[in-house]
């Protein structure tokens, strides 16, 4: 093989991640899969996809090694391959939100709306919950709580605020998160919240955000001892 052959070759393989990610659809499985392993059933129901058309994407990200599956009894559950499959979404959803004037507009648009809901960064969230003076939810499903979960975090699923809210202290503001920035369900327990008069503000970030600000600032405070 020559060297015009190798190059050829080579950015051949290149092009089945990008070929792979040219739908949409996939790359909202995907991002649904970097909250923990599911079912195909279970990613119909998130993405509003019939179970045919879940697993015709699936089939494709697999081809491309993007997701790997187990079975499990009668389930099929997929999960992502590795976890440089999460730090590549990053790198293209800020790429995007960078040259694409009209990713800024949509998230400008989106962002506007929220202009009553009070943020919370993570250093602001880790000092009020050392001082126990904020109680911290996570409303994404509960099977995405064990996956992984902010430290401190309590379990309290969407759908079940409502029946839960008798439970949450009195008098601590509340910090609401779910799967990011693109995540509506902290917003809907937000404004749940607040309309029983409780103190809520919300955490736009996710927990893989969180893992890697504890690791930096683990690592700053071991240079700095």
């Not at 994407?57 to 499959?85: C, M, S």
């Not at 003076?133 to 409303?139: A, F, H, K, Q």
Request: hydrophobic content about 40%; proline content about 4%.
């Amino acid at each position: 093989m020559n060297e015009r052959e190798l190059k050829d070759e080579l950015y051949k393989e290149y092009t089945r991640i990008g070929k792979c990610l040219s739908s949409p659809k996939r790359l909202e499985i995907l991002d649904v899969l970097t909250q923990g392993p599911k079912s195909v059933e279970n990613i119909s129901k998130i993405t509003s996809m019939s179970i045919a058309n879940v697993s015709q994407h699936l089939q494709t990200l697999h081809h491309a090694k993007l997701v790997d599956y187990k079975k499990r009894g009668n389930f099929v559950i997929y999960e992502i391959a590795d976890p440089a499959v999460l730090h590549f979404l990053d790198s293209l959803y800020g790429l995007s939100e960078k040259q694409l004037i009209e990713v800024q507009h949509i998230k400008n648009e989106f962002l506007g709306q929220l202009s009553d809901i009070e943020e919370v960064s993570f250093e602001e969230l880790m000092s009020r919950m050392e001082a126990g003076e904020v109680t911290l939810i996570d409303v994404r499903p509960k099977d995405e709580y064990e996956a992984a979960h902010i430290p401190g975090a309590i379990s309290i699923p969407i759908e079940e605020l409502a029946e839960q809210l008798h439970a949450l202290p009195a008098k601590a503001k509340v910090v609401a998160y779910c799967r990011g920035p693109h995540c509506l369900m902290s917003i809907q327990a937000i404004e749940m919240l607040k309309s029983k008069g409780i103190d809520a503000a919300r955490l736009s970030k996710r927990v893989q955000d969180w893992e890697a600000f504890a690791n930096k600032r683990n690592s700053e405070e071991q240079a700095i001892s």
